[in-house]
């Protein structure tokens, strides 16, 4: 099956990253096999022909944190502190949740996630592995999936695990799933955070990621709390305390990270560790990530949307427009994470937090065939004097032309091609109601019931 993308403006996300005015993308099977100038396109026979014209093509966008999981928990954790979301809100959720409630969940995500433009995505952990593999398999999205890991600390019972277990059932996930959907899926071992992990249990973890040539997923440095309680038992602050375990490397992913010394910031430089910002979730409940002192420091920032329930948007277009955006007003300075930049923490950078850049994040002959056409011919985005900055402060979903993954088009003319959305709306909406009813979380009234 050959696929040519002509009369595009193309943006490659390559080492030079080369854009070109009139491209040519050519598509084979689920490989790039060019990608220029019309003028030096190869001629010949294509089975499809996609004119570009107009458009912007770029390689398909990558989300590094979501939660496939806690999409029917979207507005069970609003206006809350992060310790009541997450005692009173979403453990209880996530521990009433069977394997068809993640399924519809991750379904339900994933089609967000396409409309958004996104291509791959690294989950966190979830309780469902298997649930989550089969909805990725339907809708063809491409991804790292992970289990929820917890072995000490508070926490539903059912969810805490002796840590030989933890690590036994991380290695069979990886064994089912890991390399599955022709190579689409991934697994990683998943921390979830240092009030539920033990350093056994980190140090075992990091080992296991190594011994496979995987990463670790880890939710770090969120609060204040979470330092004070890393200082009063481990003797030292979150990110001091896994230097110290030396667990911290290019394949340690650090979620969030917004609470860190002026020498942490300089431990994750040192290390290498790639991080993923998530500036909404942050903004509502934990703070501002120093995301210009990380990328003056050379550390590797790629972009995530969290859960449904800390977002609620599951669209890495709002947050490629909100870190665009807060870390100018927060340091007076419209210079800091200028467009270019945040354009490469949804492209390149994040297929090199993802372990997968030789695959991904790039248009470049040899790639996997991912891609994403923008149509900025809306009221919201034109004119394009300058793409790029378009693209990170004016683009909104509905202008996300077409997904492509593996060279099959998941998305096109409004539509996901791969599954029924109205059905799976109407399967979500019945399951995260009987889900919360059945999980025992209640909400405030915001105004009086009549
Ligand atoms: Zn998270």
Request: hydrophobic share 45%; charged share 25%.
């Amino acid at each position: 099956m050959k696929t040519r993308i002509e009369r595009g403006w193309v943006a490659t996300m390559n080492d030079e990253l080369r854009v070109y005015a009139d491209g040519t993308v050519l598509l084979e099977d689920d490989r790039i096999i060019y990608v220029g100038p019309a003028s030096e396109a190869p001629a010949g026979h294509a089975d499809r022909i996609i004119d570009a014209q107009g458009k912007m093509v770029l390689p398909g966008l990558i989300n590094t944190h979501v939660h496939l999981s806690q999409q029917l928990g979207r507005g069970i954790g609003d206006d809350v502190s992060l310790l009541t979301w997450l005692h009173e809100r979403i453990w209880p959720y996530e521990s009433a949740m069977t394997y068809e409630d993640s399924y519809i969940s991750s379904l339900l995500c994933g089609i967000e996630l396409i409309r958004t433009g996104v291509t791959c995505f690294a989950e966190a952990g979830g309780q469902h592995v298997a649930a989550m593999a089969d909805a990725m398999e339907e809708l063809g999205l491409r991804g790292i999936l992970a289990r929820s890991i917890m072995d000490e600390g508070e926490g539903p019972a059912s969810m805490i695990e002796p840590t030989d277990q933890c690590i036994a059932r991380q290695r069979d996930l990886m064994d089912r799933f890991h390399g599955s959907c022709e190579g689409r899926l991934r697994v990683w071992p998943a921390c979830r955070t240092i009030f539920n992990c033990s350093d056994e249990l980190f140090l075992r973890t990091k080992e296991l990621a190594d011994q496979r040539g995987v990463g670790v997923h880890a939710h770090i440095a969120e609060i204040p709390d979470e330092v004070e309680f890393a200082r009063q038992t481990r003797g030292a602050t979150t990110v001091a305390h896994l230097e110290n375990l030396g667990v911290l490397g290019p394949n340690f992913l650090s979620v969030h990270t917004v609470w860190l010394t002026e020498a942490e910031l300089d431990i994750l430089a040192k290390r290498d560790v790639p991080v993923s910002h998530n500036p909404a979730a942050a903004m509502r409940v934990l703070g501002f990530a120093d995301v210009p002192g990380m990328l003056d420091r050379g550390i590797l920032v790629a972009l995530g949307t969290d859960g449904a329930p800390s977002n609620n948007r599951m669209n890495l277009i709002s947050e490629m427009y909100l870190a665009g955006l807060i870390h100018k007003g927060r340091k007076l300075d419209p210079q800091v994470v200028p467009a270019e930049a945040v354009l490469g923490m949804v492209t390149h950078k994040a297929a090199q937090a993802l372990l997968w850049e030789d695959e991904i994040g790039s248009l470049e002959v040899g790639t996997r065939a991912d891609v994403t056409i923008i149509d900025p011919r809306t009221a919201g985005m034109l004119p394009t004097h300058d793409p790029v900055a378009n693209l990170v402060y004016a683009m909104d979903t509905t202008n996300v032309s077409m997904v492509i993954v593996d060279g099959r088009i998941l998305f096109e003319d409004g539509v996901i091609q791969t599954v029924d959305e109205s059905a799976v709306l109407a399967e979500a909406e019945a399951r995260a109601a009987e889900l919360v009813r059945r999980a025992g979380v209640r909400l405030p009234h915001r105004f009086p019931q009549a």
